[in-house]
């Protein structure tokens, strides 16, 4: 299993930043997979998850309505689009898929918000 993530970067508040996760080594199309986070010296929290169809995803309260998860089977891509960003919003960002009753992480990409 291989997650690569891509896409993080230096943004002022209220921009936006679209991350990619390209996945490998299992068969993507039937998993969920999640988008989780981790900011300096805080532990990791969950972000979003989308099912394996991409019919249903969900969201922490704390990026409702600002974030949205979405994935490209075909791809084998994983995608978050983030608007609206804040400067609590800065941290590493992991895609992740639990497989074989293992959870796999990508390398993470970093995000900060900064003016």
């Known amino acids: 299993v291989q997650l690569v993530e891509s896409g993080g970067g230096l943004v002022q508040p209220g921009g936006s930043l679209r991350l990619s996760c390209v996945a490998s080594g299992f068969a993507f199309r039937s998993y969920f997979m999640r988008w989780y986070r981790q900011a300096p010296g805080e532990e990791r929290e969950l972000v979003a998850t989308?099912?394996?169809?991409?019919?249903?995803?969900t969201y922490a309260e704390f990026v409702q309505g600002r974030f949205t998860i979405s994935r490209d089977n075909g791809k084998n891509t994983l995608y978050l689009q983030m608007n609206s960003l804040k400067p609590d919003d800065t941290a590493v960002y992991y895609c992740s898929v639990l497989f074989g009753g293992n959870t796999y992480w990508g390398q993470g990409t970093q995000v900060t918000v900064s003016s």
């Open positions: 989308i099912t394996n169809g991409g019919r249903t995803t």
